[in-house]
């Protein structure tokens, strides 16, 4: 077979290996291969090869009809010059996708098979058509409680692993779905503060206009690597950092990759993805968050107790000391939705501004004090009173400070978007129920988290009363189309109930 000369193409394909070959390619046109079917890359300086997805061009400055062009991610894995020699051919099938096959028509899969569905994917022999074909199958087939426990195994497995040589470190995490709940960059200053070791590794929002990464970037840099994160929690016994740059369980981000758009988030996959990711980063003991209410991801008391006993049992069979807390889901938390107004929020509670939103305070605090009392030295019910000690004497602030420098202060803070829009009440009368997922979509649709200053502030929550005309939110958007799109959106739903007092 012909060699072609590799090109590199600087596109991000985002954790999918792409190939581009030119339409007029002698190779393409005798071998008869077509957009999107996979092919397999062989190295003729080193026997090594690569999968890719190949995407034709008519273009001669993307790729000329003797190169093949590789996206950087693939580049970068083959890790060849430019120019350097290669051959192409048809790539196979991985052989653990005919185990999504069957998991598609509705069996239940063992440790062997998820474990090689798994390493198929961080090796990219899976495409994103692939992984979307996996997880649906997941999703709509169903996972019992023994694949969830392989499923996390395995992308613990395929990851790299902490070992902080301490008996007791500690993380938290919630579940998702109810916009502005930040609680994780204060609880972990308090829980530093009173010595316990928290490495907390965040995912960026998956279906939410912010996840904890994504605000924590207002502050300071996320992206660290396992030595940078050893170091910053070793010296000040926390951190607030992305997953994915660390490797710990890396497949769950390319997971994520797919379901974000998707906006899936099936209970096997987010247990398997929180879990793998706790255990990965050397967690012992764990808090894990389920609100509860009609908008939230858990809508009833009946489904966050079985999402309860499925984390305890994943957790108690990886080895962790885990407590299930369910609290009220019924509206956001704070004032703010997007990384600058959440952390807007969270530096009101730091420095006990009088403005403060006090719902986040609390819910910081209750949390906080369940993790400090995983503590020996600590009896049952002192956790709270010490949690709130650490935040009112400032030394929270001082240590998120701290954190911030050591990871790497942002420069320049970020601003608010420069567009805004007012949502104001159509009738007097007392807010009875705010939609999250309403809320969370038209900041979504405004620009967070990719626009920083993007998102919505709250003015009012349930049980206040509001006069016709008056402000019950504003949206902010950097760009006057995303500003566009979300009062379309809000013209069909503002996301507020009101009823007449």
Not at 189 to 199: C, D, K, R, S, T
Request: a negative charge; hydrophobic letters at 40%; proline letters at 4%.
């Amino acid at each position: 077979m012909a060699t072609l000369k590799l090109r590199s193409i600087a596109i991000d394909t985002y954790k999918e290996n792409v190939a581009y070959l030119h339409r007029n390619c002698e190779i393409y046109q005798s071998e008869g291969f077509q957009a999107l079917n996979k092919i397999e890359v062989h190295s003729q300086e080193n026997g090594e090869s690569v999968v890719a997805v190949l995407n034709v061009v008519d273009d001669d400055s993307i790729v000329e009809p003797g190169q093949l062009g590789l996206s950087e991610q693939v580049f970068d894995q083959f890790g060849l010059p430019e120019g350097a020699s290669v051959r192409i051919c048809p790539a196979t099938q991985p052989h653990s996708f005919s185990y999504v096959h069957r998991k598609i028509s509705g069996y239940s899969l063992n440790h062997d098979e998820y474990l090689e569905i798994i390493r198929d994917i961080e090796a990219n022999r899976y495409s994103k058509i692939e992984i979307t074909a996996y997880l649906v199958a997941c999703a709509e087939s169903g996972m019992d409680r023994d694949e969830v426990l392989y499923l996390t195994q395995a992308m613990v497995k395929t990851g790299e692993t902490l070992d902080w040589g301490e008996g007791l470190v500690v993380d938290k995490h919630c579940i998702g779905g109810i916009p502005g709940n930040r609680t994780s960059m204060l609880v972990v200053p308090i829980v530093a503060e009173h010595g316990l070791l928290m490495p907390k590794t965040s995912s960026r929002a998956i279906t939410s206009p912010a996840g904890t990464a994504d605000t924590m970037e207002v502050f300071s840099k996320v992206e660290l690597s396992i030595k940078q994160l050893q170091k910053i929690v070793r010296q000040l016994r926390g951190c607030l950092a992305w997953g994915g740059t660390a490797k710990l369980a890396p497949v769950d981000d390319v997971l994520i990759s797919v379901e974000r758009p998707l906006s899936m988030d099936s209970p096997g996959q987010m247990v398997a993805s929180i879990l793998s990711k706790k255990v990965a980063a050397g967690a012992s003991h764990l808090i894990v968050d389920i609100p509860v209410g009609p908008t939230a991801k858990i809508r009833s008391q009946s489904n966050a107790m079985q999402l309860r006993k499925l984390f305890e049992y994943v957790g108690d069979h990886m080895g962790l000391e885990l407590e299930v807390v369910i609290t009220d889901g019924r509206q956001p938390i704070g004032r703010g939705v997007g990384p600058v107004l959440e952390a807007r929020d969270v530096l009101q509670v730091l420095e006990n501004d009088p403005m403060a939103p006090q719902d986040l305070r609390e819910k910081a605090l209750q949390l906080a004090g369940r993790i400090i009392e995983f503590d020996r030295d600590v009896r049952g019910g002192q956790g709270y009173a010490i949690a709130r000690n650490i935040l009112d004497s400032g030394r929270a602030l001082e240590k998120f400070n701290s954190i911030v420098l050591a990871q790497g202060k942002r420069p320049q803070s970020l601003q608010l978007g420069n567009l805004s829009y007012d949502v104001v009440a159509e009738m007097d009368g007392q807010v009875t129920a705010i939609n999250n997922f309403q809320i969370a979509r038209i900041a979504s649709v405004a620009g967070a988290p990719m626009d920083k200053g993007a998102g919505v502030d709250l003015y009012k929550k349930l049980g206040q009363s509001v006069k016709k005309g008056e402000p019950l939110y504003k949206v902010y958007a950097e760009f006057q189309s995303d500003l566009n799109f979300a009062k379309e959106l809000i013209a069909k739903n503002t996301g507020f109930t009101l009823e007449k007092s």
